[in-house]
């Protein structure tokens, strides 16, 4: 597990050194994109695990727009149930955990939006996944958006 989460922070690493906007040229338009799936635990592949969307827009060069969602493997939206048993709070130190977590999206594409480059988009803790997953999408939706 621990090798699994070491690949997944270096590539991600990797490819937030290569793309950021402000460097190259992208077309003006809607870009969307999903992270690799995160597996947390190969024999519990429930809370924890998932993977993230970004939606951006380009517009003269600039990141005018952007939404970073997460998903439960299964296809699930991460949203105010997100760590709930049941539909309960089982228990409130990991309800709240998922909901820091989850309310780092928001952040991270609003870094991204008033930044405008990727690299400057700063983890929080708690939501390193997510900001993991926030920047490999985020970045294959620029490569998509690069003009030659």
Same mark, same amino acid.
């Given at each position: 597990m621990?090798?699994?989460?070491?690949?997944f922070a270096?590539?991600?690493?990797?490819?937030?050194?290569?793309?950021?906007?402000g460097?190259?040229?992208?077309?003006?338009g809607?870009y969307?994109?999903?992270?690799?799936?995160?597996v947390?635990?190969?024999d519990?592949?429930?809370?924890?695990?998932?993977?993230?969307?970004? $939606?951006?827009?380009? =517009?003269d060069? %600039?990141?005018t !727009?952007?939404t970073? +969602?997460?998903? #439960?493997?299964?296809?699930t939206l991460?949203?105010?149930?997100?760590g709930?048993?049941?539909?309960e709070?089982?228990n409130? $130190?990991?309800?709240? =955990?998922?909901? %820091?977590?989850? !309310?780092?999206?928001? +952040?991270?594409s #609003?870094?991204?939006?008033?930044k405008?480059?990727?690299?400057?988009?700063?983890?929080?803790?708690?939501?390193?996944?997510?900001?993991?997953?926030?920047?490999?999408?985020?970045?294959? !939706?620029?490569?998509?958006?690069e003009?030659?």
């Amino acid at each position: 597990m621990i090798k699994r989460i070491f690949a997944f922070a270096a590539a991600s690493l990797l490819t937030l050194s290569a793309v950021s906007c402000g460097e190259k040229n992208y077309a003006d338009g809607d870009y969307s994109a999903q992270s690799s799936e995160y597996v947390n635990d190969e024999d519990d592949t429930t809370a924890g695990n998932g993977y993230g969307v970004v $939606d951006l827009t380009i =517009k003269d060069n %600039k990141i005018t !727009a952007c939404t970073f +969602k997460t998903y #439960e493997l299964d296809g699930t939206l991460k949203d105010e149930d997100y760590g709930k048993e049941n539909g309960e709070i089982a228990n409130r $130190d990991f309800y709240n =955990k998922a909901q %820091k977590a989850l !309310a780092a999206c928001d +952040k991270y594409s #609003e870094q991204l939006v008033e930044k405008g480059n990727i690299k400057e988009v700063d983890a929080i803790s708690g939501a390193t996944v997510n900001y993991s997953e926030f920047v490999e999408a985020a970045s294959i !939706a620029l490569k998509q958006a690069e003009t030659d």
